[in-house]
């Protein structure tokens, strides 16, 4: 290879080394921020209560998806 083409890849490369690099900086800032957000939720009042009206809802989603297999 030419020593061109060499120079170009490693400036590719290096570009992309600093585009994950940046991206792993933001899925670790997003993953903090949510889990935050879900402690804060976890604080407010009828939290416990509407884990369970979910949890009912999603047993009798699966229970009708189940009887509409057989």
Not at 1 to 16: P, Y
Not at 22 to 28: D, K, V
Not at 42 to 48: F, L, T, V
């Amino acid at each position: 290879m030419k020593e061109n083409e060499l120079v170009m890849m490693r400036n590719k490369i290096e570009s992309l080394t600093r585009i994950v690099d940046f991206m792993l900086t933001e899925i670790e800032n997003t993953k903090t921020m949510s889990v935050g957000v879900y402690q804060l939720i976890k604080e407010m009042p009828g939290y416990q209560e509407a884990i369970s009206l979910i949890s009912e809802k999603a047993k009798e989603e699966l229970k009708e998806k189940e009887e509409e297999e057989e």
